[in-house]
């Protein structure tokens, strides 16, 4: 698509983890200077992911390139470990950012209504939802911190989210 179409967004905002004058990278665990990190769109703007605070996520230069241009599972992880770290932070109101899922689930509860409205049953199970964006986070973020072959491993086993325990 050539420049002049590309709509052009600025960011203003971003999910960061400071620490002094320096960041964390939640991917990695490890600790940089501002300039070694990139803004990490976690639904992709072409997924119909927006540049708002809650999608956006500050990870290092190297972590940046392994999840757009590593290996098939090894950026499978970065995503999956993204994708949970930010649905841990903000819950319900990070999948319902994203208009394909949201279309989905109002799909979903037309279909199968339940006794409430379908966002009022999302604010309920919020706390659930922010435990399972948890629980997969560290899966995934242990297999990126073992290295490849732990990541290929869980890639393989293909673990799921129906595969982990919530309780309240």
Known sequence: MPKKYRKRTHIKDFTSFPIGKDYLCPICLTVYPRQ??????????????????????????????????????????????????????????????????????????????????????????????KKLGYQMYNLYGNAILQGDDAMKELFESDTTATDLSITK
């Not at 090894?74 to 649905?87: D, E, G, K, Q, V």
């Not at 394909?100 to 689930?105: A, D, L, P, S």
Request: a positive charge; charged letters at 20%; hydrophobic letters at 35%.
């Open 36 to 129: 070694y990190f990139e803004r990490h769109h976690v639904v992709a703007c072409v997924e119909q992911g927006h540049s708002l605070k809650r999608n956006v996520l500050l990870i290092c230069k190297t972590c940046h390139a392994i999840e757009g241009f590593g290996t098939y599972h090894a950026t499978h992880c970065y995503r999956i470990a993204c994708f949970n770290l930010m649905l841990s932070i903000y819950g319900p109101l990070f999948l319902l950012q994203n208009r394909g899922f949201k279309e989905y689930i109002k799909g979903y509860f037309l279909s199968h209504p339940p006794k409430e409205s379908w966002l009022r049953y999302f604010k309920d199970h919020a706390p659930n939802i």
